[in-house]
Protein backbone atom coordinates (compact mmCIF):
# COMPACT_ATOMS: atom_id res chain seq x y z
CA UNK A 1 0.00 0.00 0.00
CA UNK A 2 0.54 3.44 0.03
CA UNK A 3 1.19 5.82 2.72
CA UNK A 4 1.89 9.85 2.29
CA UNK A 5 2.05 12.39 5.38
CA UNK A 6 2.39 15.79 5.20
CA UNK A 7 2.05 18.74 7.82
CA UNK A 8 -2.17 20.02 8.28
CA UNK A 9 -1.69 23.23 8.21
CA UNK A 10 1.23 25.93 7.51
CA UNK A 11 1.10 29.45 8.21
CA UNK A 12 3.69 31.62 6.53
CA UNK A 13 4.66 35.79 5.95
CA UNK A 14 3.83 37.15 2.83
CA UNK A 15 7.39 37.81 0.86
CA UNK A 16 8.85 34.72 3.19
CA UNK A 17 10.06 31.20 2.31
CA UNK A 18 7.69 28.47 3.11
CA UNK A 19 9.05 24.72 2.21
CA UNK A 20 6.27 22.14 2.66
CA UNK A 21 7.26 18.72 3.21
CA UNK A 22 5.78 15.36 2.46
CA UNK A 23 6.98 11.34 3.09
CA UNK A 24 6.16 8.41 1.31
CA UNK A 25 6.33 4.94 1.52
CA UNK A 26 5.00 3.27 -1.84
CA UNK A 27 6.22 -0.08 -3.66
CA UNK A 28 7.47 1.00 -7.34
CA UNK A 29 8.25 4.21 -7.13
CA UNK A 30 7.46 6.30 -10.12
CA UNK A 31 7.44 10.11 -9.75
CA UNK A 32 6.38 12.41 -7.53
CA UNK A 33 3.63 15.27 -7.95
CA UNK A 34 2.88 18.71 -6.25
CA UNK A 35 -0.70 20.08 -6.94
CA UNK A 36 -2.35 23.55 -5.57
CA UNK A 37 -5.40 23.59 -4.80
CA UNK A 38 -7.58 26.86 -3.67
CA UNK A 39 -10.63 26.29 -2.03
CA UNK A 40 -13.54 25.33 -4.05
CA UNK A 41 -11.27 25.23 -7.02
CA UNK A 42 -9.45 22.06 -9.23
CA UNK A 43 -6.15 21.26 -8.09
CA UNK A 44 -3.78 22.66 -10.53
CA UNK A 45 -0.11 20.43 -11.43
CA UNK A 46 2.78 22.57 -9.89
CA UNK A 47 5.70 20.08 -10.54
CA UNK A 48 7.04 16.54 -11.07
CA UNK A 49 10.64 14.94 -10.11
CA UNK A 50 11.07 11.38 -10.46
CA UNK A 51 14.88 11.68 -10.62
CA UNK A 52 16.54 12.99 -7.15
CA UNK A 53 17.14 16.40 -6.98
CA UNK A 54 16.02 19.97 -7.50
CA UNK A 55 13.57 20.68 -9.90
CA UNK A 56 13.17 25.02 -10.40
CA UNK A 57 10.43 26.76 -11.67
CA UNK A 58 10.13 30.70 -11.25
CA UNK A 59 8.98 30.71 -7.46
CA UNK A 60 8.66 27.48 -6.87
CA UNK A 61 11.15 24.03 -6.57
CA UNK A 62 10.63 20.92 -5.80
CA UNK A 63 12.85 18.41 -4.37
CA UNK A 64 13.44 14.69 -4.15
CA UNK A 65 15.11 11.91 -2.98
CA UNK A 66 13.95 8.40 -3.25
CA UNK A 67 16.45 6.90 -1.61
CA UNK A 68 14.70 8.72 2.18
CA UNK A 69 11.03 8.76 0.51
CA UNK A 70 11.05 12.09 0.70
CA UNK A 71 9.93 15.26 -0.92
CA UNK A 72 9.52 18.85 -0.52
CA UNK A 73 8.01 21.97 -2.09
CA UNK A 74 9.50 25.61 -1.37
CA UNK A 75 7.52 28.46 -2.13
CA UNK A 76 9.89 32.43 -2.35
CA UNK A 77 8.69 35.81 -2.52
CA UNK A 78 5.20 34.15 -1.18
CA UNK A 79 2.30 35.58 -1.92
CA UNK A 80 -1.41 36.02 -0.49
CA UNK A 81 -2.32 34.72 -3.52
CA UNK A 82 -0.17 31.67 -2.61
CA UNK A 83 -2.74 30.65 0.15
CA UNK A 84 -4.32 26.92 -0.92
CA UNK A 85 -3.71 23.44 -0.21
CA UNK A 86 -0.90 21.76 -1.34
CA UNK A 87 -0.83 18.44 -2.84
CA UNK A 88 1.88 16.00 -2.85
CA UNK A 89 0.79 12.67 -4.99
CA UNK A 90 2.97 9.55 -5.88
CA UNK A 91 2.58 7.08 -8.82
CA UNK A 92 3.18 3.67 -8.38
CA UNK A 93 4.71 1.58 -11.33
CA UNK A 94 3.08 1.74 -14.19
CA UNK A 95 -0.44 2.36 -12.84
CA UNK A 96 -2.20 5.18 -14.37
CA UNK A 97 -3.59 6.84 -11.40
CA UNK A 98 -2.00 9.21 -8.21
CA UNK A 99 -2.05 8.51 -4.60
CA UNK A 100 -2.48 12.06 -2.81
CA UNK A 101 -1.79 12.97 0.62
CA UNK A 102 -4.17 14.45 2.68
CA UNK A 103 -2.79 17.85 1.70
CA UNK A 104 -1.41 21.28 3.67
CA UNK A 105 -3.17 24.43 3.66
CA UNK A 106 -1.01 27.44 3.65
CA UNK A 107 -2.28 30.67 5.27
CA UNK A 108 -0.22 33.55 3.62
CA UNK A 109 -0.08 36.83 6.32
CA UNK A 110 0.50 40.14 5.82
CA UNK B 1 -9.68 26.21 -25.77
CA UNK B 2 -11.82 24.74 -23.25
CA UNK B 3 -10.41 22.80 -20.35
CA UNK B 4 -12.28 19.99 -18.00
CA UNK B 5 -15.89 20.38 -17.48
CA UNK B 6 -17.96 18.79 -14.67
CA UNK B 7 -21.89 18.94 -14.16
CA UNK B 8 -23.35 19.78 -11.91
CA UNK B 9 -21.36 21.72 -9.81
CA UNK B 10 -23.68 20.81 -6.67
CA UNK B 11 -26.14 18.16 -6.22
CA UNK B 12 -27.83 17.23 -2.88
CA UNK B 13 -29.64 13.79 -2.79
CA UNK B 14 -31.36 11.34 -0.16
CA UNK B 15 -29.82 8.17 1.26
CA UNK B 16 -30.52 5.28 -0.72
CA UNK B 17 -30.77 7.20 -4.09
CA UNK B 18 -28.46 7.22 -7.31
CA UNK B 19 -26.91 9.98 -9.06
CA UNK B 20 -24.75 10.47 -12.35
CA UNK B 21 -21.85 12.91 -12.53
CA UNK B 22 -20.79 14.18 -16.03
CA UNK B 23 -17.45 15.16 -17.49
CA UNK B 24 -16.25 16.05 -21.16
CA UNK B 25 -12.34 16.31 -21.02
CA UNK B 26 -9.69 19.24 -22.16
CA UNK B 27 -9.93 19.21 -26.00
CA UNK B 28 -7.27 16.56 -27.19
CA UNK B 29 -7.60 14.35 -23.95
CA UNK B 30 -8.93 11.11 -24.46
CA UNK B 31 -8.48 9.82 -21.25
CA UNK B 32 -11.31 10.39 -17.90
CA UNK B 33 -9.97 10.05 -14.56
CA UNK B 34 -12.53 9.87 -11.51
CA UNK B 35 -11.56 10.94 -7.95
CA UNK B 36 -13.75 11.74 -4.64
CA UNK B 37 -11.98 14.13 -2.69
CA UNK B 38 -13.49 14.73 1.10
CA UNK B 39 -13.61 17.57 2.97
CA UNK B 40 -9.92 18.27 4.31
CA UNK B 41 -8.49 15.16 2.48
CA UNK B 42 -6.82 14.27 -0.81
CA UNK B 43 -8.36 13.01 -3.74
CA UNK B 44 -8.55 9.36 -3.74
CA UNK B 45 -8.57 7.28 -7.14
CA UNK B 46 -11.78 5.36 -8.36
CA UNK B 47 -11.13 4.51 -12.03
CA UNK B 48 -9.81 5.33 -15.32
CA UNK B 49 -11.54 5.27 -18.83
CA UNK B 50 -9.77 4.77 -21.86
CA UNK B 51 -10.83 3.74 -25.34
CA UNK B 52 -14.78 3.64 -23.88
CA UNK B 53 -13.09 0.98 -21.39
CA UNK B 54 -12.14 0.75 -17.66
CA UNK B 55 -8.83 0.72 -17.47
CA UNK B 56 -7.88 0.57 -13.63
CA UNK B 57 -9.67 0.75 -10.63
CA UNK B 58 -9.26 1.96 -7.02
CA UNK B 59 -10.45 0.64 -3.67
CA UNK B 60 -14.14 1.74 -4.50
CA UNK B 61 -17.20 -0.93 -4.34
CA UNK B 62 -19.02 -1.53 -7.21
CA UNK B 63 -21.86 0.91 -6.10
CA UNK B 64 -19.71 2.77 -8.29
CA UNK B 65 -19.94 3.01 -12.01
CA UNK B 66 -18.77 4.74 -14.81
CA UNK B 67 -19.34 5.24 -18.84
CA UNK B 68 -17.07 6.88 -21.25
CA UNK B 69 -18.66 7.50 -24.61
CA UNK B 70 -16.97 8.18 -28.31
CA UNK B 71 -16.61 11.60 -27.43
CA UNK B 72 -14.04 10.97 -24.81
CA UNK B 73 -16.56 12.41 -22.26
CA UNK B 74 -17.26 10.41 -19.11
CA UNK B 75 -20.14 9.83 -16.09
CA UNK B 76 -19.78 8.46 -12.41
CA UNK B 77 -22.92 6.90 -11.73
CA UNK B 78 -23.39 5.80 -7.68
CA UNK B 79 -26.30 3.74 -6.76
CA UNK B 80 -27.51 3.52 -3.00
CA UNK B 81 -26.10 6.62 -1.89
CA UNK B 82 -24.54 6.47 1.61
CA UNK B 83 -24.01 9.76 4.28
CA UNK B 84 -20.41 8.69 3.45
CA UNK B 85 -20.48 9.58 -0.15
CA UNK B 86 -20.63 12.70 0.26
CA UNK B 87 -17.54 14.55 -1.46
CA UNK B 88 -16.26 16.43 -3.83
CA UNK B 89 -15.82 14.57 -7.29
CA UNK B 90 -13.23 15.20 -9.40
CA UNK B 91 -12.28 14.69 -12.74
CA UNK B 92 -9.69 14.52 -14.67
CA UNK B 93 -8.48 13.82 -18.09
CA UNK B 94 -5.33 13.48 -20.00
CA UNK B 95 -3.55 11.72 -23.06
CA UNK B 96 -3.19 7.99 -23.67
CA UNK B 97 -3.62 7.47 -19.91
CA UNK B 98 -0.69 9.64 -19.43
CA UNK B 99 -1.36 10.80 -15.66
CA UNK B 100 1.39 13.33 -15.87
CA UNK B 101 -0.52 15.96 -18.06
CA UNK B 102 -3.17 15.39 -16.10
CA UNK B 103 -6.15 18.35 -16.14
CA UNK B 104 -8.76 18.70 -13.42
CA UNK B 105 -11.97 19.55 -13.27
CA UNK B 106 -13.23 21.98 -10.56
CA UNK B 107 -15.71 19.06 -9.32
CA UNK B 108 -18.85 18.31 -8.19
CA UNK B 109 -19.87 18.60 -5.23
CA UNK B 110 -22.25 15.74 -3.99
CA UNK B 111 -24.14 16.07 -0.48
CA UNK B 112 -26.47 13.20 0.77
CA UNK B 113 -28.93 13.40 3.42
Known sequence: ?110 | DAGVTQSPTHLIKTRGQQVTLRCSPKSGHDTVSWYQQALGQGPQFIFQYYEEEERQRGNFPDRFSGHQFPNYSSELNVNALLLGDSALYLCASSFKGNNYGYTFGSGTRLTVV
Open chain 1, 1 to 110: GQNIDQPTEMTATEGAIVQINCTYQTSGFNGLFWYQQHAGEAPTFLSYNVLDGLEEKGRFSSFLSRSKGYSYLLLKELQMKDSASYLCAVREGGANNLFFGTGTRLTVIP
